[in-house]
């Protein structure tokens, strides 16, 4: 195909996560794509009222502004979209992708149920012309999920409404765009004599279970091993209950606590650290642990959720864990002995997924769909 698509993406939570994202590919990408977005904050506003936003928006282009296919993420209200928006727009082709969704997303203790949002995402599927899932965890998740809201339904309900959802549903892992991670490979060069740092590198929220870490930690004191720690990632508040005696318990071996404005510094701590760790019950795909493994930490993760997607089976029984209380052994045994040759093996599936090779795949994908 020699022609240069127009593609419109619809980003109503532009996040760090959804920006890196979109900006990758349209980095990478043959084709021209175009960013609406709207700030990463008030997902429920989001999902509820992005649709009038985006659509507010197209009717204020000239005609000849209609893209060839629209590429929007799980927090538009696609129904809305395309009920809502100008006429030239509703029969544009249309890719869903689904960074997370709120049907199977887990509720914290302190949380009530909230039906609605899942009821968006299906109305969503079913008004795009393509879903795509960051994992095959995610869409396994997702499906099941949708199947036992429908089955609980008093009456009324298409019998094929998942069924339709499955067909023209598919996978598309996250791509990143690694330039920013070689320079600071480069610039970092080999990892320096002193003692191997951990690192955890999420948000900090209940379903990352930063708890787990901290005991791992606790543990890990009581051992004859000289570490340091690093514990950054996206916090909206600027504490969390399972850090507030961080400080206190592991003194100067904790390097850094809080997030990482600049993106360089981040990418630097990471590339510094020796073991990239994860305690989460819930995971659609993992960008930070990829970027970690890509530049050069060893993982310790559950054994379950999308990692063991992001991770071939040869390296499960070294890297994944199936219950937290074999984290603190696992943790040791890399900090101790790291096994030679692994770090540059794990790098290179870590490489799989820079946008250089993933974007043409997905070009081709929705060079299908027009």
């Avoid at 765009?177 to 070689?182: C, G, K, R």
Wanted: hydrophobic content about 45%.
């Amino acid at each position: 195909m020699t022609d240069i698509l127009k593609i419109l993406a619809l980003e109503p939570y532009y996040n760090l996560s959804h920006s890196v994202f979109l900006e990758g590919y349209s980095r990478y990408s043959r084709h021209t794509v175009d960013i609406w977005s709207l700030p990463g904050r008030k997902w429920k506003w989001r999902m509820r009222g992005s649709a009038y936003h985006f659509a507010q928006l197209a009717a204020a282009e000239p005609p000849g502004a209609v893209p060839d296919v629209i590429f929007a993420s799980d927090f538009l209200n696609l129904a809305d979209w395309k009920a809502i928006c100008p006429p030239a727009y509703r029969d544009v082709p249309t890719v869903l992708y689904f960074h997370e969704n709120q049907a199977s997303y887990p509720l914290s203790r302190h949380a009530k149920g909230d039906h609605d949002y899942g009821w968006i995402n299906l109305s969503s599927c079913l008004a795009a012309d393509r879903v795509l899932f960051n994992s095959r965890f995610h869409r396994d998740q997702f499906l099941a999920a949708i199947r036992e809201a429908l089955s609980l339904m008093a009456d009324g309900v298409p019998d094929d409404l998942a069924d339709r959802v499955e067909e023209r549903s598919g996978v598309f892992p996250v791509g990143i765009d690694f330039e920013p991670h070689d320079r600071v490979r480069e610039e970092f060069g080999e990892a320096g004599a002193g003692p191997p740092v951990i690192l955890w590198n999420h948000r900090w929220e209940y379903d990352k279970r930063p708890e787990l870490f901290i005991e791992a930690l606790a543990s890990l004191l009581k051992l004859d091993i000289d570490f340091r720690v690093i514990i950054c990632g996206e916090s909206f508040d600027g504490s969390y209950p399972a850090f507030r005696d961080a400080r206190e318990l592991l003194g100067d071996r904790l390097i850094r606590l809080g997030f990482y404005e600049d993106r360089g510094d981040y990418l630097r701590a990471v590339a510094g650290s020796s073991v990239v760790v994860s305690t989460a019950a819930h995971e659609f795909f993992g960008i930070s642990v990829v970027e970690a493994i890509y530049l050069g930490c060893l993982p310790v993760l559950p054994r379950a959720l999308s990692y063991p997607e992001i991770l071939p089976e040869r390296f499960h029984a070294a890297c994944l864990y199936s219950d937290p209380v074999e984290l603190p052994g696992m943790l040791a045994s890399f900090l101790r002995e790291p096994p030679v040759g692994l770090a540059g093996e794990l790098r290179q599936v870590a490489a799989r997924y820079h946008w250089q090779r993933l974007a043409p795949e997905l070009d081709s994908l929705l060079e299908g769909l027009v």
